[in-house]
């Protein structure tokens, strides 16, 4: 007797999981960050020098790190790839620049502002800004761009204007001088004024600079290497058709060589993929070559996990067994192997990550990571739980749509 309950149940499943698929994968889709090689940039690999004798720390070299991220968020780019490799060197991947001479001179350039006495002692620097305090004005008497500056002391401003009323102060940026300025008034409220500024432009360009604040560490570029974005689309396109094929030619192979299961492991494995979506775009995975190439070895774990456990129904209806005896024991059989199997993966990709210096390396470590995790729920848990429906519905419960035959169980 067909337990319609079942089947109703089974068949729900399955249309609201293909319509949440069809009706939301485009948004995740776009919304999915992709990596350099993928979307094309800018990539530089720096090594960090110290600055006045210091030493380079790890800790001077995650400052650094710091000082570049917020000099990457004046370019407006998001999701910046920014490492450290070895003990001193720092790799930059900006994923969707263009300007990459821009970016070169605002990542590099120390920034090191400083106000200096006619004998060059320093008497502030860029730790007494108030963050974020530059900004770009206009002069009024002379209608032309200024920087204006927000110190934290004004008192400490105060007694220097003071102390050297009617003498030159410098303004330098790094080693250069910026504009040397006479003091003619005591300055009571702690804003100093940069002018000489060229254009608009060039006064935002200080600002920006300034308010990304000075790098810990001196920035010697060794290496850099751009990816056209052109280059970068034709790499990701070729790069999805390769897993659209060898996805289809998989799920073609579980079904016409499975049948009933091979249809529910085809049916997990494009639902799994759609996790494995859901999931970069939560986490805000971004996502390159490398972690395309995990994802589709995810697959093939994925795959594998269901044929091991098809395999041990399979040798268990053969042996005799009714159709829901093989199905429980068969996934029990296979349950220790499957996850051995995705053990070692997974220790071998927490290896990888825990050990590699390159970003591209620790990319496909975390992908890996997450494709075997979220392939153990659909692969194991849920073609077992939609397997179980369908038998449990009464529908049938011939050995056939298992791939054995009648003359099999017999000759055993």
Same mark, same amino acid.
């Given at each position: 007797?067909?337990r319609?309950s079942?089947?109703?149940?089974l068949? %729900?499943?399955?249309?609201?999981?293909?319509?949440?698929?069809?009706?939301?994968?485009?948004?995740?889709?776009?919304?999915?960050t992709?990596?350099?090689?993928?979307?094309?940039?800018?990539?530089?690999?720096?090594?960090?020098l110290? @600055?006045?004798?210091?030493?380079?720390?790890?800790?001077?070299?995650k400052d650094?790190?710091?000082?570049?991220?917020?000099?990457?968020?004046?370019?407006?780019v998001?999701? =910046?790839?920014?490492?450290?490799?070895?003990?001193?060197r720092?790799?930059?991947?900006?994923?969707?620049?263009?300007?990459?001479?821009?970016?070169r001179? #605002?990542?590099? !350039?120390?920034?090191? #502002?400083?106000?200096?006495?006619?004998?060059?002692?320093?008497?502030l620097?860029? !730790?007494?800004?108030?963050?974020?305090?530059?900004?770009?004005?206009?002069?009024?008497?002379?209608?032309? =761009?200024?920087?204006?500056?927000?110190?934290?002391?004004?008192?400490?401003? +105060?007694?220097?204007?003071?102390?050297?009323?009617?003498?030159?102060?410098?303004?330098y940026?790094?080693?250069?001088?910026?504009?040397?300025? %006479? &003091?003619?008034?005591?300055?009571?409220?702690?804003?100093?004024?940069i002018?000489?500024?060229e254009?608009?432009?060039?006064?935002?360009?200080l600002?920006?600079?300034?308010?990304?604040?000075?790098?810990?560490?001196?920035?010697?570029?060794?290496?850099?290497?751009?990816?056209?974005?052109?280059?970068?689309?034709?790499?990701l396109?070729?790069? &999805?058709?390769?897993?659209?094929?060898?996805t289809?030619l998989?799920?073609?192979?579980?079904?016409?060589?499975? +049948?009933? =299961?091979?249809?529910?492991?085809?049916?997990?494995?494009?639902?799994? *993929?759609?996790?494995?979506?859901?999931?970069?775009w939560?986490m805000?995975?971004?996502?390159?070559?490398?972690?395309?190439?995990?994802?589709?070895?995810?697959?093939?774990?994925? &795959?594998?996990?269901?044929?091991?456990?098809?395999?041990?129904?399979?040798? $268990?209806l053969?042996?005799?067994?009714?159709?829901?005896?093989?199905?429980?024991?068969?996934?029990?059989?296979?349950?220790?192997?499957?996850?051995d199997?995705?053990?070692?993966?997974?220790?071998?990709?927490? &290896?990888?990550? *825990?050990?590699?210096?390159?970003?591209?390396? !620790?990319?496909?470590?975390?992908?890996?990571i997450?494709?075997?995790l979220?392939?153990?729920?659909?692969?194991?848990?849920?073609?077992?739980?939609?397997i179980?429906?369908?038998? !449990?519905?009464?529908?049938?419960?011939? =050995?056939w749509?298992?791939?054995?035959k $009648?003359?099999e169980?017999?000759? @055993?």
């Amino acid at each position: 007797m067909v337990r319609w309950s079942k089947l109703i149940a089974l068949i %729900v499943i399955i249309v609201s999981l293909s319509l949440l698929m069809v009706f939301t994968s485009g948004y995740i889709v776009r919304h999915i960050t992709l990596g350099l090689d993928l979307r094309g940039g800018f990539e530089v690999l720096y090594q960090a020098l110290p @600055l006045d004798g210091e030493k380079v720390t790890k800790q001077a070299l995650k400052d650094t790190v710091r000082a570049i991220d917020r000099r990457v968020n004046v370019l407006g780019v998001t999701e =910046p790839d920014i490492t450290i490799e070895g003990q001193d060197r720092i790799r930059v991947k900006l994923a969707g620049v263009t300007n990459q001479d821009a970016a070169r001179e #605002l990542l590099g !350039k120390p920034a090191r #502002l400083t106000f200096r006495n006619a004998n060059n002692e320093i008497l502030l620097d860029g !730790k007494d800004l108030v963050e974020g305090g530059a900004k770009v004005d206009v002069d009024p008497q002379t209608n032309l =761009p200024v920087v204006q500056l927000k110190l934290k002391d004004a008192a400490k401003f +105060r007694d220097i204007t003071s102390k050297y009323l009617g003498q030159p102060i410098g303004i330098y940026l790094d080693e250069d001088l910026i504009t040397d300025p %006479v &003091v003619n008034a005591v300055i009571t409220n702690g804003t100093a004024i940069i002018t000489g500024q060229e254009s608009v432009e060039k006064a935002q360009e200080l600002a920006d600079l300034l308010n990304a604040g000075a790098l810990p560490l001196q920035l010697k570029e060794i290496q850099s290497q751009s990816v056209g974005a052109s280059l970068g689309m034709q790499a990701l396109q070729l790069g &999805v058709k390769a897993g659209i094929i060898g996805t289809a030619l998989i799920l073609l192979f579980m079904i016409l060589y499975y +049948r009933l =299961p091979g249809f529910i492991a085809s049916f997990s494995l494009v639902f799994y *993929i759609y996790l494995i979506l859901v999931v970069f775009w939560q986490m805000k995975v971004t996502l390159t070559l490398p972690g395309i190439a995990a994802l589709v070895l995810g697959i093939g774990m994925a &795959v594998d996990a269901n044929i091991i456990s098809y395999e041990r129904i399979k040798e $268990e209806l053969r042996n005799g067994r009714s159709v829901m005896s093989a199905i429980r024991v068969g996934y029990q059989r296979s349950l220790a192997t499957i996850l051995d199997a995705n053990l070692t993966t997974i220790i071998a990709a927490l &290896v990888l990550f *825990i050990i590699g210096e390159f970003g591209q390396i !620790k990319g496909f470590a975390t992908t890996l990571i997450v494709s075997i995790l979220v392939s153990m729920v659909t692969a194991v848990f849920g073609s077992r739980w939609l397997i179980n429906l369908f038998v !449990k519905s009464n529908l049938t419960s011939k =050995p056939w749509l298992f791939g054995v035959k $009648e003359a099999e169980i017999r000759e @055993l």
